[in-house]
């Protein structure tokens, strides 16, 4: 069984920075993309960072220049490096993980449960 646990949210003013983790553990052959996104409430779950095997990185444009991704592929490990925190970035934030757990084995998409990142104004 593969399991993906975040970690790092919680209460911050605007202006400042928090930095979200993203665990995995179980059997795990290889990782390719790995993901954030994130929900507010009352909203959709929307896109916020990706970053592929080869370490090339996409951004939402309401994210960009602020956040930073990036994968620590030794210990199944992905990171969100949240700075210049808005109100607006308010949400739970999750994390998805591309990964196939045998060689040859078939790959499947894992979700965390959530970390809560809320910025006060």
């Known amino acids: 069984q593969v399991q993906l646990v975040e970690s790092g949210g919680g209460l911050v003013q605007a202006g400042g920075s928090l930095r979200l983790s993203c665990a995995a553990s179980g059997i795990i052959r290889s990782i390719a993309a790995m993901d954030w996104y994130r929900q507010a409430p009352g909203k959709q779950r929307e896109f916020v960072a990706s970053?592929?095997?080869?370490?090339?990185?996409n951004y939402a444009d309401s994210v960009k220049g602020r956040f930073t991704i990036s994968r620590d592929d030794a210990n199944n490990m992905m990171y969100l490096e949240m700075n210049s925190l808005k109100p607006e970035d308010t949400a739970v934030y999750y994390c998805?993980?591309?990964?196939?757990?045998?060689?040859?084995?078939?790959?499947?998409?894992?979700w965390g449960q959530g970390t809560q990142v809320t910025v006060s104004s």
């Open positions: 998805r993980m591309n990964l196939r757990r045998t060689y040859l084995g078939t790959w499947y998409d894992y």
């Open positions: 970053i592929t095997s080869g370490g090339n990185t």
